[in-house]
């Protein structure tokens, strides 16, 4: 008994030693937590030494005891400290890793161009923002009410054959122009009205250069008391001067169903006439679908199509040329 006490010291100063040399050497947070488990666990060696403490005499437990304590925490402190250089070491390792070395050259990744479609019309819609129009949009699917009846469109009207609209199996269609923006708009707002209105529009058009199922347009609709065609006349060649120049242009009466009376309106363009939009003052049975009384409102209405500006603005010769995705032909732009 007596060669007891000092033979389990001299196991707890081993214990103690050869645990922080293993600690120190631990690479990991994971061989850390093994080497936890190997000297501080319940069935560790620290736990093995402690059972055999039942062999010493009252007077002997409690000095092996404080010694084992002494022990198990310098194990404790020495698995924290490096649990904390590890954990600092991997933050460190990480930074290193994702830091961005300026230096070096950036990945090049070419900018981007703006359609000339899109191009056309950003520049039609500036002018007439300018000029105090609000920019609208309204349903590209549509219902005949809103396509053709409340436009004035009657039963036998042409733009209502299957030959000219894409009709729906609900009977609903695709909206042949934005007009019918027009009719949503006036609904929900009381004159005095000024709105621009842009979007795609859909025909059964057989595509050729000048020719496309699916299209542009962008149309303007002014409502208000006393307005005549003289305003209309005016606002038309402000337009057509800021887009095109100092170019002369001329009126030519036309016929839609939506105004009356109405016009085609030309530009001198090199040397030759060129359609670039209709227009006319909006027809007093409009006026009416929309519940504004036609004896104190008048307004007019003007629309273009805006694949025939970009092609006379960037003299391109094939409206194919918009919807190919070739970046020879975009990139020009």
């Not at 214990?15 to 293993?22: F, V």
């Not at 194919?320 to 732009?333: G, I, K, P, V």
């Amino acid at each position: 008994m007596s060669n007891q006490p000092s033979t389990l010291k001299a196991q707890l100063e081993t214990l103690r030693q050869e645990g922080i040399s293993a600690i120190a050497a631990a690479d990991s947070l994971d061989r850390l937590e093994e080497l936890r488990v190997v000297y501080l666990g319940k069935k560790g060696q620290l736990s093995g030494l402690l059972r055999s403490m039942g062999q010493l005499s009252a007077e002997e437990r409690p000095q092996i005891g404080a010694i084992a304590n002494v022990v198990k925490e310098a194990l404790q402190d020495e698995l924290e400290n490096q649990r904390q250089k590890l954990q600092a070491a991997a933050i460190q390792a990480q930074l290193k890793a994702e830091t961005i070395d300026v230096t070096m050259p950036g990945v090049y990744r070419p900018l981007g161009r703006v359609h000339p479609l899109h191009s056309t019309m950003d520049r039609v819609l500036d002018i007439f923002v300018g000029l105090g129009y609000t920019v609208a949009q309204g349903p590209e699917m549509e219902t005949d009410y809103y396509n053709f009846e409340a436009l004035n469109f009657q039963p036998d009207h042409p733009a209502r054959d299957m030959q000219d609209t894409l009709f729906l199996p609900d009977g609903n269609l695709l909206r042949t122009h934005t007009s019918n923006v027009q009719i949503h708009y006036m609904e929900d707002n009381d004159p005095p009205v000024r709105v621009a209105i842009p979007g795609r529009c859909y025909r059964r058009d057989t595509v050729d250069a000048t020719h496309a199922a699916v299209f542009h347009q962008i149309e303007i609709l002014a409502i208000d008391e006393g307005l005549t065609f003289t305003d209309l006349k005016g606002t038309v060649k402000i337009f057509l001067q800021e887009l095109f120049g100092d170019s002369p242009i001329r009126f030519r009466a036309s016929y839609f169903p939506f105004t009356e009376p109405s016009a085609e309106v030309d530009v001198q363009w090199k040397g030759r006439w060129l359609e670039v939009m209709g227009c006319g003052m909006v027809d007093p049975n409009v006026l009416k679908a929309v519940g504004y009384d036609p004896e104190v409102y008048t307004g007019f209405a003007a629309g273009m199509g805006v694949e025939r500006l970009a092609m006379v603005l960037h003299e391109i010769d094939d409206i194919r040329r918009f919807y190919n995705s070739d970046l020879r032909f975009l990139q020009q732009f």
